[in-house]
């Protein structure tokens, strides 16, 4: 999902999704094999649930990234 595909997204839709955490399994399981990864023990069903995972990951903070930008071109104070 992208913020451009919302119209004209309310102040509520953009604090909604600023607010909204990466899912805590989705996370946990992103850092335990980003640890294997590390050992260098990743098998290759491994690496692709890796990669679907850091592109779920990368995704979720461009579209945090772009409703924080919105909501500051608006004039909220959306902090550091």
Known sequence: MNI????????DQLWAV???SFPLPKDLRLHE????GKQGSLSAI???ELETLIEEHDQ???LRSQAL???KQRGFDVGA
């Not at 451009?4 to 102040?11: E, F, L, N, T, W």
């Open 33 to 36: 094999l980003m640890m294997i």
């Open 46 to 48: 491994e690496q692709a």
């Open 60 to 62: 979720y903070i461009l």
């Open 4 to 11: 451009s595909q919302i119209p004209k997204p309310s102040d």
């Open 18 to 20: 600023v607010n909204e």
């Open 69 to 71: 930008l919105i909501l």
